[in-house]
C-alpha cells in the first residue's frame, strides 16, 4: 500500500482561495471513490467531499458548500479540491483517503489505513 500523497495547502486570507492535489497510486485505489478530509486542532476528523471513480457524481460537506469544489483525474491519479471563499474555520491539516457516504455522512472506507502527511490550510482572519 502507497501513502496519498497530498498538496497545495498553504496561508491565505479569509476570501481567499486554494487549489489541493492528492496523488494516488491506481494499483491500490483503482475504482475507489475518493475524498477530502480536514482535521483541525483539538477537533475530529471531518469528511468534506467524495467523488465517485468517474468523478460524475461529488457529495460535499454542508460546512463547504457552494464554496468547494472537488474533481478527479484518474490519467494523473489525482484528485482535486478547489477551496474558494475560505473561512477562518476552514483551517485544518486536510488529507484524501477512499470514500463513502453513508447517510449523508462523509467518511473514509473503514480498512483505509494509508493516511499520508495532508496538506495544512491556515486561513488568517
Known amino acids: 500500500q502507497v501513502p496519498m500523497v497530498e498538496s497545495g495547502g498553504g496561508l491565505v486570507q479569509a476570501g481567499g482561495s486554494l487549489n489541493l492535489s492528492c496523488t494516488y497510486s491506481a494499483l491500490s485505489y483503482g475504482g475507489y471513490a475518493m475524498g477530502w478530509f480536514r482535521q483541525a486542532p483539538g477537533k475530529e476528523r471531518e469528511g468534506v467531499s467524495c467523488?465517485?471513480?468517474?468523478?460524475?457524481?461529488?457529495w460535499v460537506a454542508d460546512s463547504v458548500k457552494g464554496r468547494f469544489t472537488a474533481a478527479r483525474d484518474n490519467d494523473k491519479n489525482t484528485l482535486y479540491l478547489q477551496m474558494n471563499s475560505l473561512h477562518f474555520a476552514d483551517t485544518a491539516v486536510y488529507y484524501c483517503?477512499?470514500?463513502?457516504?453513508?447517510?449523508?455522512?462523509?467518511?473514509?472506507?473503514?480498512?483505509?489505513?494509508?493516511w499520508g502527511q495532508g496538506t495544512q490550510v491556515t486561513v488568517s482572519s
Open positions: 483517503a477512499p470514500c463513502s457516504v453513508l447517510s449523508g455522512l462523509i467518511m473514509p472506507v473503514s480498512s483505509f489505513r494509508d
Open positions: 467523488t465517485t471513480w468517474s468523478g460524475g457524481r461529488t
